[in-house]
């Protein structure tokens, strides 16, 4: 049974830092052609973030780059995404997702709120 469950959000001031992490379980992470990081603001269509090749390419949205990194830790067993300069449009629940061609799996989610 695939499961990914993310963790590490909470309230966070603007300018502050977080870093989320993504545990996965059966090997998920280490077998997946992609890991991800996506997001969904209230009222929002849910939005890609981040994403980390097997081979280990990073891709990140313009709203995120230079902010925002995807790492993995070395046993293959968490994907991290650390968030510097936090700004209240961050604010949204982070979900990670693993993509195993042709399958798809995602997470249950982690609130970021962003606020002073």
């Known amino acids: 049974q695939v499961q990914l469950v993310e963790s590490g959000g909470g309230l966070v001031q603007p300018g502050g830092s977080l870093r989320l992490s993504c545990a996965g379980s059966?090997?998920?992470?280490?077998?997946?052609?992609?890991m991800g990081w996506y997001r969904q603001a209230p009222g929002k269509q849910r939005e890609w973030v981040a994403e980390?090749?097997?081979?280990?390419?990073?891709r990140y949205a313009e709203s995120v780059k230079g902010r925002f990194t995807i790492s993995r830790d070395g046993a293959y067993s968490t994907v991290y995404l650390q968030m510097n300069s936090l700004k209240p449009e961050d604010t949204a629940v982070y979900f990670c997702?693993?993509?195993?061609?042709?399958?798809?799996?995602w997470g249950q989610g982690t609130q970021v709120t962003v606020s002073s």
């Open positions: 980390l090749t097997s081979g280990g390419s990073t």
């Open positions: 059966a090997g998920i992470i280490f077998s997946s052609n992609v």
């Open positions: 997702q693993a993509y195993r061609h042709p399958d798809r799996y």
